[in-house]
């Protein structure tokens, strides 16, 4: 089972910026792909950028220009740098991994943190 700790939310001014992280830990082999979801009171919960293990990686059109997602594989950890901020951006950030381990292969999200942009 893998369990993920995710950090960096908060409270930020339009036009801001916040970094997010995601750090995975428990039993496994190898981590192929992480993402980041997020999810605005009263909407369903979005995809909204990913990269697999090899780096490669894919944005939702809202995001793309803004938002960069990258990974640290040595401490299986994936960030979320968010730039110029908008009020549509605020929602729960999760983050979601998939695995393989000796069992086979899963996935585990994160608790979920914050992120409101106001001014």
């Known amino acids: 089972q893998v369990q993920l700790v995710e950090s960096g939310g908060g409270l930020v001014q339009p036009g801001g910026s916040l970094r997010l992280s995601c750090a995975a830990s428990g039993f496994f082999s190898s981590i192929y792909r992480m993402g980041w979801y997020r999810q605005a009171p009263g909407k369903q919960r979005e995809l909204f950028a990913t990269?697999?293990?090899?780096?490669?990686?894919n944005y939702a059109d809202s995001v793309k220009g803004r938002f960069t997602i990258s990974r640290e594989n040595a401490k299986n950890t994936v960030f979320l740098q968010m730039n110029s901020l908008k009020p549509e951006d605020t929602a729960v950030y999760y983050c979601?991994?998939?695995?393989?381990?000796?069992?086979?292969?899963?996935?585990?999200w994160g608790q979920g943190t914050q992120v409101t942009v106001s001014s």
């Open positions: 979601k991994v998939g695995y393989y381990s000796t069992s086979g292969s899963g996935t585990s």
């Open positions: 990269i697999t293990s090899g780096g490669s990686t």
